[in-house]
């Protein structure tokens, strides 16, 4: 059965939070990796589920990358997107960035590409529907997820 594709822009999520004591290790006033990862696993998850149209698990996180700290009353901005699809599985992009409220100042801080698998009602990967760039920076995200996935596969020992 094919499926009608769908865009990329129909997957995209943001959410928006502000760092609260508890997300930080006190000290410095600097956030948890391990809150931020959480997030991420939520807004990614929720992209990937609004691309499935149905539910959606994590397989890995691929890659995760810290850039610059996010403190104590920062607004944080998560934005993520389907960037590929593939036969049950789908790459996830998460762009994270911090402002300041008082200045509104943006900073890029975190960056992460998850993998997702689609389910059906049994709790069993199933067939998802393919992506379509429509702007030229959509259709280099598909591509790039294309190679992230070569390489994942290869670092596995296993063939696409």
Request: glycine content about 8%; hydrophobic content about 40%; some cysteine.
């Amino acid at each position: 059965m094919t499926l009608p594709s769908r865009t990329i822009a129909a997957s995209r999520t943001e959410m928006t939070e502000l760092i609260m004591p508890t997300h930080t290790n006190g000290a410095r006033g600097v956030m948890f990796g391990g809150v931020i990862m959480q997030w991420i696993d939520i807004c990614g998850g929720i992209a990937a589920m609004k691309h499935a149209m149905g539910d959606c698990v994590t397989a890995s996180i691929d890659r995760l990358d810290f850039l610059q700290p996010i403190f104590l009353g920062d607004i944080v901005v998560l934005k993520a997107q389907v960037n590929g699809t593939f036969k049950s599985s789908m790459e996830v992009g998460c762009r994270v960035e911090a402002l300041n409220r008082y200045t509104g100042a943006s900073r890029y801080t975190t960056k992460a590409y998850l993998t997702f698998v689609a389910m059906d009602e049994h709790g069993r990967p199933r067939e998802l529907a393919s992506i379509v760039g429509e702007t030229e920076d959509d259709k280099q995200h598909i591509l790039d997820a294309q190679h992230r996935r070569d390489e994942r596969l290869r670092l596995a020992g296993r063939k696409r």
